[in-house]
């Protein structure tokens, strides 16, 4: 059983920044890809960020530049830097990965953790 555990959401003034975690329990950290998903309210969930098991990396146009998503593989985490803050980067943060089954491809989602920017 996959778990996903967020940590470092929080208040920040617009021009700040944050890191974000995200702990997995369970096997295949390594081999699957990672993302960085958020939410608001009455708007679907959108994609932020992902890095596949490679190191290969994609962002949303929205935060090109100013997010950074890594992974230790050694300590099963996932990290989204995020500078440059602005208030449309309020949401909730949920981080995601996927794994195979026998009936096909499974997500995994955190419970999410908030970030708020504003001032």
């Known amino acids: 059983q996959v778990q996903l555990v967020e940590s470092g959401g929080g208040l920040v003034q617009p021009g700040g920044s944050l890191r974000l975690s995200c702990a997995t329990s369970g096997s295949g950290f390594s081999d699957n890809a990672m993302g960085w998903y958020r939410q608001v309210p009455e708007k679907q969930r959108e994609l932020v960020a992902r890095?596949?098991?490679?190191?290969?990396?994609t962002y949303a146009d929205s935060v090109k530049g100013r997010f950074t998503i890594s992974r230790d593989n050694a300590k099963n985490t996932v990290f989204l830097q995020m500078n440059s803050l602005k208030p449309e980067d309020t949401a909730v943060y949920y981080c995601?990965?996927?794994?195979?089954?026998?009936?096909?491809?499974?997500?995994?989602w955190g419970q999410g953790t908030q970030v708020t920017v504003s001032s």
């Open positions: 890095v596949s098991s490679r190191g290969t990396v």
């Open positions: 995601n990965t996927q794994r195979p089954t026998a009936w096909g491809i499974r997500d995994y």
